[in-house]
């Protein structure tokens, strides 16, 4: 399908976490979602395992349910949040958009067209020495890859994590089996203007480190 004409850098600095512009009337196709996970399977992951499986969610009521579970997640988050410092090393009014936009969605997941949960397999026992990083490191970059599709064909993601305080509960209303872990919901829309941009991060100086600390 026609995508967004950017560059590859364009790409990696000005895929953002879309909340508040996220369009919830219009359908977004199955097969462009498809197509955007047929690109997220090309990612590295752990011993070529590709223990990874996608959740889809359509379904308006299952859609709704999961809308539930992550608000009831993210009101006591948001408000405790809202209670610590604000500013936490970024800039108040940064801080005060993000909390508004989190909001928005926190109240709206429920309405976006399509839900994306990343899952993993996860083997009864963990072998001697193998840590969760290995893991997480054979699905995150899946799902990364994944948005970044979305963005390049019009679409808007966010990376979202809350509903897992009722990871059981969704399990259960999806039919995952017991050796399932789900690792993020991603919820994908068409968005709403296009001004995406570069954000503000802490300077490269303050965070590199070469060859010692």
């Known amino acids: ?30 097969e462009l979602v498809k197509e955007c996970l047929e690109i997220a399977l090309q990612a590295p992951n752990g011993g070529m395992r590709q223990g990874w499986h996608w959740i889809v969610v359509t379904d308006p009521q299952a859609r709704l349910q999961i809308g539930d579970f992550y608000r009831r997640s993210a009101e006591p988050y948001l408000a405790s949040a809202a209670a610590a410092d604000p500013n936490r090393g970024a800039d108040r009014g940064v ?4 909390s508004s936009s989190s909001a928005y969605l926190a109240g709206h997941m429920g309405q976006v067209p399509v839900l994306v949960i990343p899952c993993i397999t996860v083997r009864p026992a963990w072998p001697a020495g193998e840590t969760q990083a290995g893991l997480w490191g054979s699905l995150l970059p899946a799902a990364w890859s994944y948005m970044l599709a979305c ?37 994908t829309a068409y968005y709403t203007g296009d001004t995406f941009r570069p954000a503000a991060r802490r300077p490269l100086a303050d965070v590199l480190h070469v060859d010692h600390w």
Do not use: C, F
């Open 95 to 98: 801080m005060a958009r993000v």
């Open 151 to 187: 963005r390049a064909r019009g679409l808007g993601t966010a990376w979202t994590t809350l509903h897992l305080r009722y990871e059981t509960e969704i399990a259960g209303l999806l039919g995952l089996p017991g050796d399932i872990r789900q690792g993020a919901l991603i919820p």
């Open 1 to 30: 399908m026609p995508g967004v004409p950017l560059t590859p850098d364009e790409l990696l600095t000005t895929t953002r976490s879309v909340r508040k512009r996220l369009d919830l009337t219009r359908p977004v196709p199955l």
